[in-house]
């Protein structure tokens, strides 16, 4: 009896010790995950909303590149001028980029003037046409290109593929005409690239459970003393996984910015080059003073564009970061923005024997240029300092300016603060330490370091550290 009394005593103790700690493991596990799965979302939302404003951004440049190309044409020719209008026609149908890229032109009423992958539809009015969701997207077209230029979603048949997909395009105006130029870009890479991230966290999510179940089975078996360590386990391993998305965000949006980048410089830039060598083969000595102020406009707008083009396309990925290193891609932003904004800018380096990583030259690159911009738009500053450099076993990146500085725990745009967080969380992902130093009249100084154990575990192929 005295050895039941006992038993049922240690089964007593053993219950309330598990019960409890199984009920409190499952609230916090399903809270825990749902907050995760509650984030994952936010973030999956937020890849997709910085995916789609990249796409708008592109077809915006590819369009105002398409009008600087007619422009010449369309400003001096009269609203009647059938033999100007057949000239931007043809020059606008022959204008594509990328795989499936092109322009597409029709007058407010609906007829098509230039559908370069389907010939049988131009010349027809299409003011009904609907996409498979019955959505009359030629008519919102030329709404948004009537008003000021605006974008338009909805599913069409991409060329090189069978079945209607998500599109995005993007519509102005030619009022003298009454016509609307557009182009439009497919969607479904972005979808593709959404749903690799959520794939991944349900991954993630399976075997992070399992592995707590795993826990709480062994929590039971020794009776509670494993609880409290569990979930700070849990909770260990959940901004693992956040540090790791927050990373893949910032892989995915370099990956992106340098596809956009190569597409500018190898699609669009190789086409202004080769239309400004067929412009320069047109010259001839018998061009009217009239043909031959226009033949030099052309040059200069073409001239423009290419340089507008590599502008851009080295904002969003240098050249120089891949092919020279560090200090030469600083070297030319430094320079590039010295032109630009008239600000006497200093930069000093000391690396010597480094060979750094593409994931910390890319980091280091992106924080001076995010710092940069800050001083440019806020600082109100007439200098700046860049210095990159060795000090014992650390790199050092320091960026100061003269301006008007800032209270650093005061209240700041929201603008001011991302970028301040996007660069400390820059950092932060290859194990560096990040400051911002600044009061009001005293300037600021942004201070980044890399000790040598951050240094190793990024990779950093050294000479005397």
Known sequence: MELVNRNRLSLSIVMLSVVPLVAVTTIVATLLFSQAKQLVDDEVTLIRSNLINLKK???QQYVELALKAVMPIYEEAAADDAHAQQLVIDHLSTLTYGQDGYFFVYDYQGVSL??????????????????????????????????????????????????????????????????????????DDIELQVAHVENGFDGRVGKSAAALFLVVFIAVSLVAGLGASMNFSVRRMANSQLSKLNQRI?????????????????????????????????????????????WQASQEVMDQAIVEIRRI?????????????????LQSHISTMQERCQMELIFEHDIKGLAL?????????????????????????????????????????????????????????????????????????????????????????????????????QGLATEGL
Not at 259 to 278: F, M, P, T, W
Not at 364 to 384: D, I
């Open 250 to 294: 910032i892989e995915s949006q370099e990956k992106e910015r340098s596809r956009v980048s190569k597409e500018l410089h190898d699609g669009i830039n190789q086409l202004l080059v080769a239309a400004k060598y067929r412009l320069d083969n047109l010259r001839s000595g018998t061009m009217t003073a009239r043909q031959l102020e226009q």
């Open 57 to 59: 951004q592109e077809l």
């Open 357 to 457: 990583s593409s994931q910390v030259e890319t980091t280091l690159y992106r924080v001076t240029q995010e710092a940069l911009r800050n001083v440019e738009k806020h600082s109100q500053a007439s200098g700046a300092d860049v210095v990159l450099q060795r000090e014992g076993d650390k790199l050092l990146l320091t960026i100061s300016d003269d301006g008007v500085g800032f209270e650093v725990g005061g209240k700041r745009r929201l603008s001011e603060h991302m970028g301040l967080n996007n660069m400390r969380e820059r950092i932060a992902a290859i194990a560096g330490l990040f400051w911002v130093e600044s009061e009001p009249g005293t300037g600021t100084q942004v201070r980044i370091e890399l000790p040598a154990e951050s240094l190793r575990e």
């Open 114 to 187: 230039v559908l370069p992958y389907q010939q049988d539809r131009i010349g027809k009015n299409w003011w009904e046409v609907e996409d498979v969701t019955g959505k009359k997207l030629l008519q919102e077209l030329i709404y948004a290109a009537q008003h000021g230029g605006g974008f338009v979603e909805y599913q069409w048949h991409k060329p090189s593929k069978s079945e209607p997909l998500p599109k995005l395009s993007y519509a102005v105006g030619l009022d003298k005409w009454q016509w609307m130029i557009g182009t439009g870009v497919y969607l």
């Open 313 to 329: 396309s080295r904002d969003l990925r240098p050249s120089q970061l891949d092919d020279l290193g560090l200090v030469a891609a």
